[in-house]
């Protein structure tokens, strides 16, 4: 997963601020969660018409 933020000036100098309070807000609610070639294959074809993310 890619995140990309972008700031105003006035953000920029808030950026280690807002980088903290983003920390640990991101996870995966299944534990037993494994990375699966096939499904990200599927998903892709089905989103972006091309397999370009595994499978």
């Known amino acids: 997963m890619a995140l990309k933020m972008y700031f105003t ?5 808030k950026e280690s601020r ?3 309070s983003l ?3 991101i996870w995966y ?3 037993e969660w494994k990375y699966d070639a096939d ?8 989103y972006y018409g091309e397999n370009t993310f595994g499978g």
């Open 23 to 25: 920390r640990k807000k």
């Open 9 to 13: 000036d006035s953000g920029k100098k």
């Open 39 to 46: 499904i990200v294959a599927r998903t892709a074809q089905k």
């Open 18 to 20: 807002y980088l903290r």
């Open 29 to 31: 609610r299944n534990d």
